[in-house]
């Protein structure tokens, strides 16, 4: 049971568990887990003990009332699920460089994504496809509902998209969402076909090398394998 939000009352959120408690329990569930996020067991996410992770955009993290409310309904704490943070940027960018020179030296060249039409638009769409149909709780979405949030003004205003190209086909991506003190790797995708061409540490080494020259010190890896 996941992706709970509610304001600063009790009653609200016992009236809202228990009713999802009796739905699982018609479907013969015997216990459950909450709250669970689509991608909270993705490879990207490490299980740790210390303290949460600071708010971030795109990272949802609970309010203290709804935790306390968890532990008043007798919930008891199983896992915490984390991404990846890097403080020390230029140790990454050296170990990809190896990796990076070899990927150019097969013909790709890590290209910014502006002024995005439909038929790049429609590459990106079918990276994601191929790349995570195999995902934990992967839901195939139409290209049509891709596009109605690829335009939101919100994810245009603060994400980047850099695409791999060779022979003008787009066969990998990574986005990125920007902010003033750090930058979080949100997606990082390659086509299924294309996989074997260091796709992503290339991508990888153009982010961190450009962000590093634009003096950024933290990045958060929360992107799916």
């Known amino acids: 049971m996941g992706f709970i939000d509610i304001e600063n009352n009790y009653e609200i959120f016992n009236m809202m568990t228990k009713t999802g408690e009796e ?11 909450s709250p669970v996020n689509f991608n909270s067991w993705l490879e990207y996410r490490t299980i740790s003990d210390f303290k949460e992770n600071p708010l971030i955009i795109s990272e949802y993290t609970l309010p203290d009332y709804i935790n306390n409310f968890y532990e008043k309904s007798g919930f008891y704490e199983k896992e915490k ?17 190896y990796h990076h020179k070899k990927c150019i030296s097969n013909g790709y060249s890590a290209v910014k994504l502006e002024n ?8 990106i769409y079918k990276i994601i496809l191929s790349a995570f149909e195999n995902a934990f ?35 990998g991506f990574i986005l990125l969402l920007k902010n003033n003190d750090y ?6 995708a390659v086509d299924k076909d294309k996989q074997n061409n260091l796709i992503a540490p290339m991508l990888l ?21």
């Open 116 to 123: 995005i039409d439909e038929k790049k638009a429609n590459s």
């Open 183 to 188: 930058i979080i790797i949100k997606t990082l």
């Open 23 to 33: 739905w699982l329990r018609k479907k013969g569930a015997k216990k459950y887990i």
């Open 137 to 171: 709780l992967f839901e195939k979405i139409s290209f049509v509902e891709f596009m109605q949030i690829f335009n939101q003004k919100e994810n245009k205003e603060f994400s980047e998209i850099y695409v791999a190209v060779k022979n003008n086909s787009i066969d």
């Open 205 to 225: 080494y153009t982010t961190y090398d450009i962000y590093i020259k634009r003096n950024i010190k933290i990045f958060f890896h929360a992107y799916m394998k």
């Open 81 to 97: 699920h984390y991404t990846f943070i890097v403080e020390k940027p230029l140790d990454v960018l050296k170990s990809l460089e």
